[in-house]
């Protein structure tokens, strides 16, 4: 049974028609969290973020009391908001900006303050033509308001909020890949060490990045304490997450659900959530975190919605997009299809990304078109070795970013779960799926 | 000689200034000289690396590395079809087909009167409406090949109000410069930090 009894807590406005209008955030309570946390120091907000346990939505997971805590101390440090949503299936970040750019522009507020930090950084995906026009709106407006500028709401704190466009690359997602676009080059992640930007980040000063999810949290639990936040979900999952849930669904979207209390099971096939599978089709993978995750078998749909759940299973939460894959889905053609994306997407610097991409989507596409040979199996699980060594997961890394490792998920699960359907293409000489 | 146009010159210098280093400004310049031009051109590029303090082909290094920059020209809507993953599943290899037997151009291509130009995307993050469709960086949620048609009909005869021409990427823009003058940002820090040791100070 699906456990939906818990508070939404970025999502009160998204069903809302004007709830991304300045109007409608203070008429439901907007900007008051922002004049609680000014009434407060900065370190006593961060300490209510912490107790909060507040893990980044993002993908990594880290948590973001303590990439806060990282926060070198310097007279010049930033806070950078990475609205670069970007991995497939993913598209909660958007609706949050879309639909309540002012929770986003409140959150930033806040943590700004409680990091002290010289300037905040909007950097929202090019491809979000809508949501850069609603979150430059709601910035413009909270500057109107007061909420932004020389001394806000008369509490001797001033910011500035730069909304920065990004112009379509994937690996802007990576916190320093998007710190070298926000610096104005080409998205190359960065080499580490430096491991951090709290350290080194963007124009070499301290910098800390957040997810937009992440941040849209901060004004609910200031309001309502750290605690009240940690007592949602279980274990490190704490609070509500939003998942965004995808393919073969009756009711395909983003639903905001607590952490852990809910099962993969529960978020497809509860009437209030995915509603079941479209015409009742059986299913035969799940992807549960995003495109570089490893795939779940339907047996591990029972698995619950939390980090360290999901962990333990071999695969990972990543950006809470779930993408039902139905027993009538060619899982040779959706490897083939992911393995593009990243062939696509590779920034080109690191040798087994560039070109272990290339070579794995030739070798995909020839089975899918028909071209495949029986050894084009193994040559695949090889290549894959190749770029993430063991095949294990978490994945070793042999690249400058986790995008290379991330590139055998999706060929090793496909090959795992459904080997016999590779072996029919190269029988029949290619997919007879249509 | 200025290649942007006065407006579009004041505009860049007001983007410039939002930023500590000039050089930040290199995708917003970009975008805006897509926004006159409708692409990005060699001579808009010379002027953003005077106006960022970098080199034309710093510039064109930064600009060709995205997706969203034509370094050519393109038609007057650039339709993108996803086929990712949640849109694959969807059906949206065989919507990206028949656009391009609907437009009658391969994908990159750009129709002979420049209207369309084609492309296939990555997921743009409207993976409930599947096959998502795109014109112009604005979701237009045709799924169907009968919905795509009856769009591109529509874009044909007269503009829709809700998608802008190809480059114009916001129809929003920043109201205000930045407010807060640097020094007044460093004399508030270094206030509240103080304050910050003497209260250790005073608990421990």
Known sequence: ?434 | MSHFLPGFRLRAEGIVALYPHARSATLPLCHLAQEQDGYLSANAMVEIAELTETTPAEVRGTASFFDLFHLEPVGTYVVGVCTNIACLLAGGLELLAHAERSLGVAVGETTAEGTFTLEECECLGDCDVAPCVQVNCRFVRTTTPDAFDSLIDQLRTGAIPEIPRFGLLSRVRRSVGLAVPTEVIATERARVAAEATSNDRAAG
């Open chain 1, 1 to 434: 049974m699906a456990k939906l009894d818990a508070p939404q807590i970025v999502t009160s406005r998204v069903g809302l028609d004007d709830g991304h209008t300045l109007a409608r955030y203070l008429a439901t309570g907007g900007y008051e969290s922002l004049r609680r946390a000014l009434s407060m120091s900065p370190a006593a907000v961060a300490e209510e973020v912490d107790a909060a346990s507040l893990l980044g939505r993002g993908g990594a997971g880290f948590p973001a009391g303590r990439k806060w805590s990282m926060l070198k101390k310097d007279p010049v440090t930033y806070l950078v908001v990475n609205g670069d949503e970007s991995e497939p299936a993913t598209f909660k970040d958007r609706l949050l900006m879309e639909r309540d750019p002012h929770q986003l522009v409140e959150g930033v507020i806040i943590s700004a303050w409680a990091l002290q930090v010289t300037a905040a950084f909007i950097f929202v995906r090019g491809e979000f033509g809508l949501g850069l026009e609603r979150v430059l709106t709601a910035v413009n407006d909270a500057y109107a308001h007061g909420a932004l500028g020389l001394d806000i709401f008369g509490s001797g704190f001033s910011l500035d909020v730069v909304v920065h466009p990004g112009a379509g690359a994937y690996i802007c997602g990576d916190e320093t890949a998007l710190l070298e676009t926000l610096e104005g080059k080409r998205g190359f992640p960065r080499i580490k060490p430096p491991f951090y930007p709290a350290a080194i980040g963007l124009y070499g000063q301290p910098t800390v990045v957040n997810n937009v999810e992440t941040l849209s949290n901060i004004p609910w639990i200031v309001l309502n304490g750290g605690r009240a936040f940690a007592a949602l979900g279980k274990g490190r999952s704490t609070g509500t997450r939003l998942f965004a849930l995808s393919g073969r669904v009756r009711r395909p979207g983003v639903y905001e659900i607590e952490m852990v209390h809910n099962t993969f099971r529960d978020l497809i096939f509860d009437p209030a959530l995915g509603g079941g599978t479209t015409d009742d089709v059986a299913i035969k993978a799940v992807i549960p975190g995003g495109a570089s995750s490893p795939w779940f078998g339907p047996d591990l749909l029972d698995v619950p919605l939390g980090q360290d759940e999901v962990a333990e299973h071999g695969s990972m939460l990543g950006s809470g997009s779930v993408i039902v894959i139905g027993a009538n889905d060619c899982a040779v053609r959706a490897a083939w299809r992911l393995t593009r994306f990243f062939q696509r997407e590779s920034c080109g610097q690191c040798t087994p990304c560039r070109e272990g991409a290339g070579w794995l989507e030739r070798i995909l596409r020839r089975l899918e078109t028909g071209g495949g040979r029986r050894e084009d199996i193994d040559l695949l699980l090889d290549v894959c070795d190749n770029i993430a060594p063991g095949l294990g997961w978490p994945p070793q890394q042999t690249t400058i970013c986790p995008l290379g490792p991330s590139i055998p998920s999706p060929i090793t699960s496909a090959i795992a779960l459904c080997k016999d359907e590779f072996f029919a293409h190269v029988e029949h000489g290619g997919c007879t799926d249509g």
